[in-house]
T-cell receptor, first 112, second 116 residues
C-alpha cells in the first residue's frame, strides 16, 4: 500500500477559481513533506517544503498546510490560471533513511 | 537557483541497442543523485540512488545489469539502458539534492525514451 495517498486523482476548475488538493500519508517518522508541480513531459518543480514543525508555507498563489498529528497536508491554489494546469505531487521524506515516498499526483486542468 | 540538466530530452532507439542518459547538476555538487521512471498518468518510481564514487543502490525489482548507473563526478550521473526493449519505453527523470535532507530536490526535465 502506498504510504502517500493523494486526492482527488484529477479535477477541472475554471480560470480564476480556487482549489484544494489533499495528501494523506502514513510515513512515520517523517522528515519533511514537499509539494511539486509537474507540467506534462517535464520534470517536477518544487513548490513548498515543510518540516514537521511547520503548519503552513506559501509560494505565490500556492499555499501548503500540514497537520503532522493527523498526517494530512493540503495544497491550495488561489485564483487559478491556465498555467496551473499540471500534475501536483506530494512527496514525504522518511526520517530514518531519508527515502522519499511519492504520491500518485493530482492532475489539475484549468479551463478558460 | 540550483539547476539539474538532463540530456537528451527525448530519444528513439531500436530494440537491442543501448541508450545513455546524462544528468548534470549545473551549479552545485551532488554526492547523491536519483533516477526515476514514470509511466503515463502515474507517479515517479524510484529506480536507483546514484552515489558519487561508489556503486548505485537499486530498488527492488530493478535490474542493475540492465540499467547501468555511473556517478563518476560530483556533477554528473549517467543511466545506460542496455539492450533496450519496447517495454523500456518510458519517461526517465533524474534528481539531485543540493545540501541536506530539507533542501529542495531538483529534478531534471526528463528523457522520453521510445524503443521501437
Amino acid at each position: 500500500k502506498n504510504q502517500v495517498e493523494q486526492s482527488p486523482q484529477s479535477l477541472i476548475i475554471l480560470e480564476g477559481k480556487n482549489c484544494t488538493l489533499q495528501c494523506n500519508y502514513t510515513v512515520s517518522p517523517f522528515s519533511n513533506l514537499r509539494w511539486y508541480k509537474q507540467d506534462t513531459g517535464r520534470g517536477p518543480v518544487s513548490l513548498t517544503i515543510m518540516t514537521f514543525s511547520e503548519n503552513t508555507k506559501s509560494n505565490g498563489r500556492y499555499t501548503a498546510t500540514l497537520d503532522a498529528d493527523t498526517k494530512q497536508s493540503s495544497l491550495h491554489i488561489t485564483a487559478s490560471q491556465l498555467s496551473d494546469s499540471a500534475s501536483y505531487i506530494c512527496v514525504v521524506s522518511h526520517s530514518n533513511d531519508y527515502k522519499l515516498s511519492f504520491g500518485a499526483g493530482t492532475t489539475v486542468t484549468v479551463r478558460a | 537557483g540550483a539547476v539539474v540538466s538532463q540530456h537528451p530530452s527525448w530519444v528513439i532507439c531500436k530494440s537491442g541497442t543501448s541508450v545513455k542518459i546524462e544528468c548534470r547538476s549545473l551549479d552545485f555538487q551532488a554526492t547523491t543523485m536519483f533516477w526515476y521512471r514514470q509511466f503515463p498518468k502515474q507517479s515517479l518510481m524510484l529506480m536507483a540512488t546514484s552515489n558519487e564514487g561508489s556503486k548505485a543502490t537499486y530498488e527492488q525489482g530493478v535490474e542493475k545489469d540492465k540499467f547501468l548507473i555511473n556517478h563518476a563526478s560530483l556533477t554528473l550521473s549517467t543511466l545506460t539502458v542496455t539492450s533496450a526493449h519496447p517495454e523500456d519505453s518510458s519517461f526517465y527523470i533524474c534528481s539531485a539534492r543540493d545540501l541536506g535532507d530539507n533542501s529542495p530536490l531538483h529534478f531534471g526535465n526528463g528523457t522520453r525514451l521510445t524503443v521501437t
